[in-house]
């Protein structure tokens, strides 16, 4: 089977992402040893960084570390999934999508099967806004590999609807 062009560069983005995650929380580990010191104000209240140990999933769901293995499982499955669908795709915002989520996904699998959980430690929970009288802060900690799967979630969504315009454009073009 032909790999398509496109596609590589899927696969290049996700292991873009994989080195990043992967040295940033080795510095993280080791050269700044966050583990011990805990937490370290970078910019207050804006931006610090917090060790945390994430054995869970989204929003703490697992968080005691049950599901090790059924969550690894579940990542490397989707990477899969993400890795032949870039095989399949043709559009760059689709492929540049796929790519982070599918890099993220197995950053932080690497994490899941080395540690028993997931190193975290961008802390902008500092940051709070008002949604009428009720304040809210932002109370998550995450890591590069966090970032590359939010930004390719956006970017898939930004990628769908720009093809669903793209194609009311064609539909209405043929009608003429």
């Not at 890795?83 to 540049?96: E, F, Q, S, V």
């Not at 430690?121 to 900690?141: A, E, Q, T, V």
């Not at 590999?145 to 009311?168: F, P, T």
Request: hydrophobic share 55%; proline share 3%; with cysteine.
């Amino acid at each position: 089977m032909k790999i398509p062009r496109i596609a590589y560069a899927a696969f290049g983005f996700a292991l873009i992402v994989i080195v990043l995650d992967q040295l940033t929380k080795a510095w993280i580990m080791g050269g700044l040893d966050l583990r011990e010191m805990g937490h370290i104000p970078v910019l207050p209240p804006l931006f610090n960084l917090t060790w945390v140990e994430n054995r869970g999933v989204s929003f703490g769901l697992f968080g005691d570390g049950s599901a090790r293995w059924m969550l690894s499982a579940f990542s490397i499955a989707v990477a899969g999934i993400l890795g032949w669908w870039a095989l399949k795709a043709d559009r760059r915002l689709l492929i540049t999508a796929i790519g982070l989520i599918m890099g993220g996904a197995l950053g932080n699998v690497i994490d899941r099967i080395r540690f028993g959980y997931v190193v975290d430690f961008l802390d902008i929970s500092g940051p709070h806004f008002f949604l009428g009288s009720m304040k809210i802060n932002f109370p998550w900690i995450f890591n590069v590999a966090d970032s590359a799967i939010c930004i390719g979630v956006i970017l898939l969504i930004l990628d769908s609807v720009r093809a669903e315009q793209e194609a009311k454009v064609g539909l209405a073009a043929e009608k003429s």
